[in-house]
């Protein structure tokens, strides 16, 4: 594949408001049964026409591309009610310095789709899944949906505690058509989108496919994010019933950013830690004679670079027949599969890096063994193999709607951790893979099968009041293997890392809920759901048993620990009205109260006296440490002043609080009646636009309030306020004959360039934490065109 090939809440929440009609009309015309499960309009109209029992909101794609063109779906969310998104560029592509909480849930914490195709749990160096912007384009995706207290029962995922956010692709448009778009703008950014559609051909058929070339510089070093996409999708309706199949290509690497260490002993706090990456002398004269770094920089020293780079191919086949007049039946096979590699090339002098280095190369001289640089290349190898069936039916049977369903995965994920040399006549770049390890650290093999079923009855009680009820089985059979086992002493106290099998089974978690038409134009709702969170199945890292540094530590987990679940509790009021009060034309909004039961909180923590006599060494553990209880509000509201001008607004608290102290080590950390760090507990969000002949504009605002930054909440980060605004209208002199919708968007981000703390990675202990930092203003322009 040639990585050249194409080379060369949008938040308007939107005035979109002012057309529910267009919205629901073009929701139709996808005839996505998915549709019919979700808020009929987007986002600023919270229709009442909504089947959910639960809160659930939706961005359509017009509303996230205004957002930023290529944008993706997460980043998005961040105008919602109760959403808290960060990461290091204004797209969100990066994934190794993504935050997002929803709640008080973190992001791992959460279910994620693509047309119903799971997407695993989204945490770096995932083992189960990829993010939403390498399963689909973002000008490919359709809508988003967010359902921020408990997803449905049918939901593919092992870790929606906290809730679910679906992707939905676009389907082909039903005329000939070639889409082309272009942006440009700050640090070097080139982004080309081209996608063609057959229009309806044959007998029922359609088709389209894109493909993108992205990519600009990292703006506090001579980085360079980008890749490639293909996308492409065909349906074939006829009398037998719809037939979807999707296919996907992504091939990305991504810089890293290196976070600031903040703690009483870092003297030395820099806003930014800039890798030094194509300047090499500069990286060769920044360490000493002896391979050391400057001491007055601490644990905040500079790498030469660091990257992640990712390959994945995604496909399903979707095919829906109606059985009866009553009864449908869908069906849909999917595979992943993905090769990735995380890298840093850094000093050989930091981070206990000598002695390990010396348990492979005794009484050696490091620095030649390196390449004479000072620097070594580290990688962690990931590779996931994956397929699955879903299967739902649906019937009807007098007042009840039954559905019933089941997810099958079975999936083979490695990781592996190497060293390389880098040579000091020949360094390497981030833009390739480093071949020829001088070490194979260890190598985890997880083979893991997962089983979810589900029953849920929809009985409409009277014609504007309907309850629903269902429950869910979970199911996980993984077992973990370490073909390579790192070299005794490589990891202090441990002789090998742990191997086996654990199988954990949830036979029953109930549902129910209900919601009452109160008028045409208002509704209400409430759900009571219980939710679970598979263990991690992860080799060599995360909060997972196959992480642990000693088999007795696994045993000792898998005899003892519990997963973590939640109970949410939520209601609401929804409402869409048109008012005539003189400027004022229309209204909608949602309001929105949960409480949640969070229990069995698991933590990686010191042994204490009993446990290290039970596995031995004084190696850390993975343990349930205690409960949660969040509770909180969401309001939500447009106002329409004709068709001119609308005003959103969203406003979220949120206290979750731990309810237990816990013990690591012979120290007991006092984390009851603390809030959970890094989830903020104030939010506000807020969109104006304003529509002036053929020009709009809209400008948008994200209030984050305080987050503590350690779970002992001793130290916290400030809140921040982002503006942005975005300008797009149409270009009339070029529309005509073979041109048509000539348009332009220009974006700035972060419009008064603010600085601060945008992310905050929770401190371990007392005392640290980490924090990534706010990117500087930037500004795109994006040219489009049908032809």
């Not at 996931?384 to 007042?399: F, H, K, P, Q, V």
């Amino acid at each position: 594949m040639n990585k050249k090939f194409l080379a060369a809440l949008t938040i308007p929440m939107l005035a979109m408001a002012a057309n529910v009609a267009a919205a629901v009309a073009d929701m139709a015309a996808n005839d996505a049964p998915e549709v019919e499960a979700a808020a009929a309009a987007p986002i600023a109209t919270v229709e009442v026409a909504t089947r959910k029992t639960r809160s659930s909101v939706e961005l359509s794609k017009s509303d996230m591309q205004k957002i930023l063109p290529g944008v993706n779906p997460l980043k998005a969310l961040q105008t919602l009610p109760g959403v808290s998104f960060q990461t290091a560029d204004p797209w969100g592509n990066n994934e190794q310095n993504l935050s997002l909480f929803i709640h008080g849930f973190s992001g791992q914490q959460l279910g994620y789709t693509m047309d119903g195709v799971p997407l695993g749990d989204q945490q770096y160096g995932n083992y189960n899944g990829l993010s939403p912007q390498r399963a689909i384009t973002s000008e490919n995706v359709g809508r988003v949906i967010l359902s921020s207290g408990a997803g449905d029962l049918a939901t593919a995922s092992t870790s929606n505690l906290g809730g679910t956010i679906e992707t939905f692709s676009s389907n082909p448009l039903a005329s000939r058509n070639v889409a082309v778009q272009q942006t440009v703008g700050s640090y070097k950014t080139s982004r080309t989108y081209l996608r063609y559609d057959t229009g309806n051909f044959g007998d029922g058929n359609s088709a389209y496919i894109s493909g993108v070339h992205h990519e600009q510089k990292a703006w506090d070093f001579n980085g360079r994010q980008g890749g490639d996409q293909i996308n492409a999708k065909f349906i074939n309706s006829s009398s037998l019933g719809r037939l979807t199949i999707y296919a996907a290509y992504s091939d990305k690497i991504e810089p890293n950013e290196d976070s600031t260490v903040h703690s009483a002993t870092e003297k030395y706090q820099p806003y930014t830690r800039p890798f030094m990456y194509p300047n090499f002398q500069q990286a060769l004269s920044y360490l000493s004679a002896t391979g050391a770094t400057p001491p007055a920089e601490g644990n905040n020293y500079r790498n030469y670079y660091s990257d992640a780079q990712r390959t994945d191919y995604l496909t399903y086949a979707k095919f829906e027949t109606n059985l009866t007049d009553t009864t449908s039946w869908t069906n849909q096979i999917y595979y992943h599969n993905d090769d990735g590699v995380g890298v840093v090339a850094g000093p050989i002098g930091v981070a206990g890096l000598p002695a390990l280095f010396a348990v492979y190369f005794p009484g050696q001289n490091l620095k030649q063994v390196f390449g004479n640089s000072g620097y070594a290349t580290r990688t962690t190898e990931y590779a996931i193999n994956r397929n699955g069936w879903m299967s739902t039916l649906n019937t009807e049977l007098g007042d009840h709607k039954l559905q019933a369903g089941f997810w099958l995965e079975h999936n083979r994920s490695s990781a592996y951790r190497r060293w390389y040399a880098l040579d000091v006549n020949n360094p390497s770049s981030p833009y390739d893979r480093p071949g020829n390890p001088l070490i194979t650290q260890y190598g985890s093999e997880i083979n893991n099968k997962v089983a979810q079923l589900h029953l849920q009855d929809e009985w409409r009680v009277s014609p504007d009041f309907a309850l629903q009820a269902g429950f869910k089985s979970s199911l996980q059979f993984a077992e973990g293997q370490f073909p390579v086992q790192p070299k005794v002493g490589a990891i202090a106290n441990s002789n090998a890392l742990p191997v086996g099998e654990i199988i954990t089974k949830k036979w029953f978690l109930p549902q129910i809920g209900g919601r009452w038409d109160i008028t045409a134009q208002d509704q209400a709702f409430f759900n009571v759901q219980k939710n679970m969170r598979q263990f991690v199945t992860y080799g060599g890292g995360g909060v997972s048993p196959w992480s642990l540094s000693s088999q007795g530590a696994f045993d000792l987990f898998k005899a003892t620990a519990k997963p973590e679940t939640s109970i949410t509790y939520e209601a609401g009021l929804r409402t869409s009205h048109q008012l005539n009060w003189g400027a004022l034309s229309a209204f909608d909004g949602q309001v929105n109260v949960y409480h949640v039961d969070f229990k069995d909180r698991l933590l990686q923590i010191s042994p204490t006296s009993v446990i290290t006599s039970i596995i031995g060494g004084n190696l850390a553990v993975l343990t349930n440490v205690g409960s949660v209880k969040t509770n909180g509000i969401d309001l939500s509201g447009t106002l329409h002043f004709g068709r001119n001008f609308s005003l959103y607004n969203a406003l979220s608290y949120n206290q979750s609080k731990y309810d237990d102290n816990y013990v690591s080590g012979k120290d007991t950390v006092f984390t009851a009646g603390k809030k959970v760090p890094g989830s903020p507990e104030w939010m506000d969000k807020f969109v104006a636009t304003l529509t002036v002949a053929d020009t709009e504009f809209q400008l948008s605002g994200d209030y984050v309030g305080k987050r503590y930054a350690t779970y002992t909440n001793d130290l916290s980060v400030k809140s921040y306020f982002l503006t942005n605004l975005g300008v797009s209208g149409k270009l009339a002199f070029l529309n005509g004959g073979w041109v048509k919708n000539a348009r332009y968007r220009l974006n700035v981000t972060n419009l008064t360039n603010k600085e601060g703390d945008l992310n905050v990675v929770v401190g371990a202990a007392s005392g640290t934490y980490n924090t990534f930092p706010i990117a500087p203003r930037q500004g795109f322009l994006t040219l489009m065109a049908d032809f």
